[in-house]
């Protein structure tokens, strides 16, 4: 990324160590440029203003700069400065970086690593084509208005959003019901508190998204941990142990993070406990297109007759995350609420993206983009299955992820510690659970930046680990 940032680089010299200032300078700035805290293309200070800061000879930190270009890790271009290299050479994430990353999944403003889940490919990407489209959409958005945008977002993506679940999630609903969001996260976050359900019991899956468990406590809602078998959350259990919760969130096409299929009569149980208790239910459908192996099941909220499934869509698998794009889908009683509501407290993003993810589901690059990152995942995820076997472990796919199950007692938090210190990103089961008690040791392994040509390094360096 391009751009200047704000400098938050401490360079604190010890004028006592005996290190030389120089050599002290300049590792702290290369720490900083692989940590990320000084990003590709970040402007630097010129030596003489950084040596009048620090109080230290202009030729140190000339000397220091010297040692960072010869490492390709800084460029001098003349007036425009001394920047970070647009693509420094990769290093095993550090500080900072690392900081983030053990903070839990997901991994925030960190470069995907092989083996990171949650990211789609990042090779996949259709560059040229986005710019294109994006160019196209600044223009038809800007060239016609310098009005307020509609907060529930741009009709003709809200338009093409519908089409697509007719045709994709196998279930028909007006445009009106869909209000367009920057993700899953941000619309969970306004839903919940548009319910107002604090002091209520909701379902959650156990394992679960750590983020979805996080929201609903920040909504005082207590999340009933419910356990996930192969057929998904086990609905009867739910009813048994809290029946008068007021919510169930679910992940019925793909559970994440075991990849399982909410069964169909599970579905209908859960359902007939909505309708009949007036509880909501939040779908959460992340990668409900993205299933590389078999056939995708229909959305759950096309099979409710009550009207009872709040749906969030995102694009964050589909496309990219850095779009900040998803959406949610009301139930009818919940729209003029939310009409009104949003433009306080979730307004659509920008309508330049709106558009261009609208041009790019209108002239059918989605479906196209959908079809062919499926068959990459298929690849890639039989690559690295191939070279799974000598761990002599169960593994088994899961949504995007190969999941490896340990044997009991692993530690698989300190082993995905230790695959981050070699720039690997697999990602603890355990760290799934709320309930440390039940959580079991496990490996996910994403499957979407190990492509064929890079299968078996990364397993051997990730291999290593296991031992
Ligand atoms: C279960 C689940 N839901 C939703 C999301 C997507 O979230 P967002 O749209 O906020 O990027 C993820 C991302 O990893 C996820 O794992």
Redesign the pocket.
Known sequence: MNQDRTWTVTLNLDRSATTSLVEQLRRRLAEAIADGTLAPGSRLPSWRDLASQLGVARGTVRQAYDDLVDANLIVTAGAKGTRVTDHPPRRPVTTQARVRAEAGF?FFAVDPLPLQ??VPSQAGFPLALWTRLSREATQQVLEHSVGYPDPCGEAELRQEIAKHLALARGWVCEPARVFVTS????GLGFVLKMLDLAGKAGWMEEPG?P??REAMSIAGISPVSIPVDADGMNVERAIAIAPDASLAIV?PSQQ?PLGVTLSSSRRQALLAWAGRTGAWIIE?D?LGELQIAGRATGALAGLDADDRTIYLG?F??TVS?MLRL?FVVLPTELVSRMTRAVAVGMPAPSPVTQQALALFMRDGYYLRHLRRMKSLYQRNAHALRACAWDADLEETQAGLSILLRLRSGSDDQSICAQARLVGLGPTALSGWYADPAVAVPGLLLGVTNVDESSATRVWGEFRRLLT
């Open positions: 997901p889940v949650g993700g899953y996260g941000a998204y983020v979805t992940t994440a959460d992340y995102t964050s698998k995350p998803g």
